[in-house]
């Protein structure tokens, strides 16, 4: 939820997404299932229509499309990563890890 009274700045409330890499996507997304199918259950998926927590994250983040991947470091920020296929494997780039995963 978001709180804007008096003079205060925006209060977010902490997600509970606890994984460190998530999929952000939406129903109707030929992108999203496409993604979804090529990782399989390796990475969890978070639909910002159903979730929540996505939706806090997603707000918090400023993330404009989906599907995005994002990671979470070791201080508990969040990160967007680069999503790219090549030769068979699905290649995530995020800010400090890369992620290799052979195509489903």
């Keep these: 939820m978001i709180s804007t009274r008096g003079n205060f700045l925006p209060l977010v409330a902490k997600a509970m997404i606890k994984e460190n890499l998530i999929i952000l996507t939406t129903t109707n997304c030929p992108g999203c299932e496409a993604l979804k199918k090529q990782v399989g259950k390796r ?15 997603v707000m918090k983040e400023g993330v404009m499309a989906v599907p995005t991947v994002m990671h979470k470091d070791s201080n508990g920020n969040w ?22 995963l052979e195509r489903k």
């Design 43 to 57: 990475i969890p998926v978070y639909d910002v229509q159903t979730s929540e927590d996505a939706v806090e994250l």
């Design 79 to 100: 990160n967007k990563c680069q999503l790219s296929f090549d030769k068979g494997k699905v290649l995530i780039k995020c800010k400090n890890k890369n992620i290799e």
